[in-house]
């Protein structure tokens, strides 16, 4: 079967820090730009951060920059994101998707659907 499945989400306190996995089954990340998105109760779904095939090349949102991180294991058909000094606002549903097309990190990161493949998310919720 053919999919991305998300894990690592959960509740943490504000100023704590979460790694999230996005595992490919079924095909080779290798191909695929990766991105994260995220989708919070009530608002649009936006892009929080992609990397290029080889991981050369990342993009982050300016509301994560400096405090989140992305980076792949081809290897282990891995893609992960490091989440450091959570806010309250960070609280939403985490995706990740692949596309096979988009080879901009800018552009992967700007389209919120219709990519090849997409996780069904993790949870994270920041609270105290």
């Known amino acids: 079967q053919l999919q991305l499945v998300e894990s690592g989400g959960g509740l943490v306190q504000p100023g704590g820090s979460l790694r999230l996995s996005c595992v490919a089954s079924?095909?080779?990340?290798?191909?695929?730009?990766i991105g994260w998105f995220r989708q919070a109760p009530g608002k649009e779904r936006e892009g929080v951060s992609c990397?290029?095939?080889?991981?050369?090349?990342?993009n982050y949102a300016d509301s994560v920059k400096g405090r989140f991180a992305i980076s792949r294991d081809n290897a282990k058909n891995t893609v992960y994101l490091q989440m450091n000094n959570l806010k309250p606002t960070d609280t939403a549903v985490y995706y990740c998707?692949?596309?096979?097309?988009?080879?901009?990190?800018?552009?992967?990161?700007?389209?919120?659907?219709?990519?090849?493949?997409r996780g069904q998310g993790t949870q994270v919720t920041v609270s105290s």
């Open positions: 998707a692949a596309d096979l097309l988009l080879t901009s990190v800018q552009a992967m990161c700007a389209v919120t659907q219709g990519h090849n493949y």
């Open positions: 079924g095909f080779n990340l290798d191909y695929y730009t």
């Open positions: 990397i290029s095939r080889s991981g050369v090349s990342t």
